[in-house]
Structure formats: C-alpha cells, structure tokens
C-alpha cells in the first residue's frame, strides 16, 4: 500500500486543531456569548457600528490582527515586549515588536516596523512577527524589518463579516537568515449586540530554512469582550503548522488577554498563553502599548 503524500500528511495533522478552534467558535456564536440584560431586539445575531473605526483597535493585542484599518491621516504605533519560554530551546526574548501604521485612506494603510529576537526561535506568537524556523537548541540572535499594507476589504453588513487583508514583506537585518519572507494574512469578523466581537484570520507564510523552503499556515479565532468603556478582554487560540519540511512542526496556543485605554489614543494590553501540542513552548507573555495621533 502507498504512503500517504506530504499534502495528505499536513491535512490530517491540522484535524486535530481546526477541529478545537470549530468547536470554540461554536461556542462563541451561541447565546452564551450574549449579555444576559439583553433585550429580544439586541439578540439579533448582528448589528452594524458605523463609527467601530473610531475604537482604537491594535494588531498588536493578540495573534488575530484586528480587523479595521487605522483611517485617514491617522497614525498608530505599536510596540511590545514578549518572553517565550521554550521547551527544548532557549528562552526567546522579542523585543520591541514595533510596528508604524499610517493610513494613506480611509481603506489603506501603510505599515513598517523592526524587531530584534534573541534566544531558540521557532515560535510566532503576534500578528507582526515573521515567520521564523523551527526550533534551535543554540541561542541565536537576529533582526527583521517589516513593511507592508493593509486594506479594508468589506464592512459588516448583516451576516457579511467585517475584513482586511494584510500583505508585508519581512528582510533581515541581522542574524543568520538572508532570505526576505513573505506574509499575506486575510481576518475577518463580526461585532455582537453586546459589543463582544468574534474574529478569525488565516495567516499564509513563506519560509525559507537553511536545506528546506516551505510553506506556513496559521489559523487563529478571538471572542473579544468589553468589560467597560476603557477595560477590554480576549480569549484566542492560534497555531503555525508547517508544510514542506523534513520535520513538521504544529505549535498550537491558547492564549487570554486584556488591554486598557489610559486615554481614548493610548493603550497598555497584557497577553499570556499556553501551549496545548507537543511542539509549541510552554508559556509565552507578551506586553506592550499603542499609541494613536
């Protein structure tokens, strides 16, 4: 009998994960989800918020990057420190994560940022970091720049979800690696009577190891829920999964978070996460600000 191929291979390893994250998006869309003062006519399943984009919404606050664009004229910065602690590597310590959002339009944006990374590697664990190899059991260094764009492709309009596309190109700037990746992420998503907002995206990366090139597939869902006016939470799970390399790899997380409006133009967030497979680290935090002007 012949063995399965590689393609075969990679999609019964994603089963397993796409089948948890279905059954929490389940969850997510059910009436639970909805607070329970809610009146019959707030229980619509969706409702349309012409001035969301007035919100400050960061792609820095979770792995699922938000769904809006920064608007016109405005600019948001966005910067963050992360630990990883990595099971059979090096600690990872990526700092500053920073990323410059500029809207060219209401619609578009421009984005360009930098990072330094020192310690094992191999995790991805926010929107705007690059797609880095697999695990190493020496302490490295490394640098990327970041540039790219966002647009908006769709508002919410009943059952059709709030999305964006977002495109970068990622080029070292030191480090071992020489090769400039390329990531395309598409997150959409849906704003509920009770301000909760359930979003998904689906991140496609190009990676480039040192014998292997090879392709990286991140899904990810967030339910992000409001406590008060300036108090938000989430609760997120997100994964990489490799396809192309001699050894696979599949680090899958779940990760809650919160985040506070000092002012309506400057916000502090905190993430933690743990990791639910084999081959994602132990725990990784991530803290860290946006600043809109």
Request: hydrophobic share 35%; glycine share 10%; net charge negative.
């Amino acid at each position: 009998m012949n063995s399965p191929g590689p393609t075969t291979r990679f999609l019964r390893r994603l089963q397993g994960p796409l089948a948890t994250a279905g059954a929490v998006a389940a969850f997510l869309v059910s009436p639970a989800c909805y607070l329970p003062h809610a009146s019959a006519q707030q229980r619509g399943l969706l409702r349309d918020r012409p001035d969301a984009q007035a919100e400050l919404e960061t792609d820095r606050d979770a792995f699922t990057p938000a769904t809006s664009t920064v608007g016109l004229a405005n600019t948001v910065v966005e910067s963050s420190y992360s630990y990883i602690d990595n099971r059979t590597a090096p600690d990872t310590n990526s700092v500053p994560e920073l990323l410059v959002r500029w809207g060219i339009s209401q619609r578009v944006e421009l984005r360009l940022g930098w990072n330094y990374e020192a310690g094992g590697g191999g995790d991805v664990i926010s929107s705007d970091q690059s797609a880095q190899g697999v695990d190493t059991n020496r302490f490295t260094h490394e640098s990327r720049m970041l540039y790219g764009l966002k647009a908006a492709v769709s508002e919410q309009r009943g059952w059709t979800p709030r999305s964006c596309i977002i495109l970068e190109g990622f080029t070292p700037t030191a480090g071992e690696a020489t090769a400039t990746q390329f990531i395309g992420t598409y997150a959409l998503g849906w704003e509920m009577p009770n301000r909760c907002r359930l979003e998904s995206s689906i991140r496609y990366s190009t990676g480039n190891d040192k014998l292997d090139s090879s392709n990286r597939w991140g899904p990810s869902v967030v339910l992000r829920m409001p406590i008060d006016d300036r108090w938000n939470t989430h609760v997120e799970y997100f994964g990489v999964f490799t396809q192309g390399l001699a050894d696979e790899s599949s680090p899958a997380y779940v990760s809650p978070g919160t985040h506070y409006l000092i002012t309506p133009n400057l916000e502090l967030g905190l993430r933690l996460g743990w990791g639910v497979t084999h081959d994602a680290a132990n725990f990784f935090t991530n803290f860290g600000f946006a600043w809109r002007f």
